[in-house]
Each structure stands twice: as structure tokens, then as C-alpha cells.
């Protein structure tokens, strides 16, 4: 079982950057952000596997996010850059089992709003 805190999530105006945080209680494949708007379907933004490091963005944060993550704290990243009112949703840390697979647990989630 691994537990997820998420934290970071606010209020910024377009153009502007947060730092979203997840803290996990335990090893995973990979870890994930997720983010779902009011009315739309939960979609994936970026991934990272823990032991290689890579990671994969859905296009349009491309360029502006960056996942990363600290192998010391057991805490995974999303660095938000140039953000914009699309942007807008409750975002999600999700963490796949010891191998990959389904994304199999889940932080609260956190509100990330961008004003135009």
C-alpha cells in the first residue's frame, strides 16, 4: 500500500508558475500527475519511472511542466511554468504498483486555478 500527499496547488495569474509536491509512503514503477477540469475527463500529464528517471508529457504542457523526482524523500514533482486558464483543474498524484501496470494509488488531489 503506498500512500500519496499531494500540496502546492493555489491561485496564480496566466503567465505565472507553481510547484506541485507528492510525497509517497512507499516504491513505485512510476509515478504520475493526473488533472481533471470541471465537466472533462481525468487526463494525463506527465509520468516518470522511478528507477530511470525518464518521463513523458501529454503536448500541451510540453515545454512548460517538468516532472522530476527525489529519490531521498520519496517525493515526486511538477514544476508548472507559463501557466494558463486551461490549465485550471484538481490535479492528482498517482503511483502504479512495484511493476507497471494500473495506476493503482491516488493523492487527494489539489486545486491548481489560473486567472486570465
Known amino acids: 500500500q503506498v500512500q500519496l500527499v499531494e500540496s502546492g496547488g493555489g491561485l496564480v495569474q496566466a503567465g505565472g508558475s507553481l510547484m506541485l509536491s507528492c510525497a509517497a509512503s512507499?516504491?513505485?514503477?512510476?509515478m504520475g500527475w493526473f488533472r481533471q477540469a470541471p465537466g472533462k475527463e481525468r487526463e494525463l500529464v506527465a509520468t516518470i519511472r522511478w528507477s530511470a528517471g525518464s518521463t513523458a508529457y501529454t503536448d500541451s504542457v510540453k515545454g512548460r511542466f517538468t516532472i522530476s523526482r527525489d529519490n531521498a524523500k520519496n517525493s515526486v514533482y511538477l514544476q508548472m511554468n507559463s501557466l494558463k486558464p486551461e490549465d485550471t483543474a484538481v490535479y492528482y498524484c498517482?503511483?502504479?504498483?512495484?511493476?507497471?501496470?494500473?495506476?493503482?494509488?491516488w493523492g487527494q488531489g489539489t486545486q491548481v486555478t489560473v486567472s486570465s
Open positions: 512507499g516504491r513505485s514503477y512510476a
Open positions: 498517482a503511483a502504479t504498483g512495484p511493476s507497471a501496470g494500473a495506476w493503482t494509488y
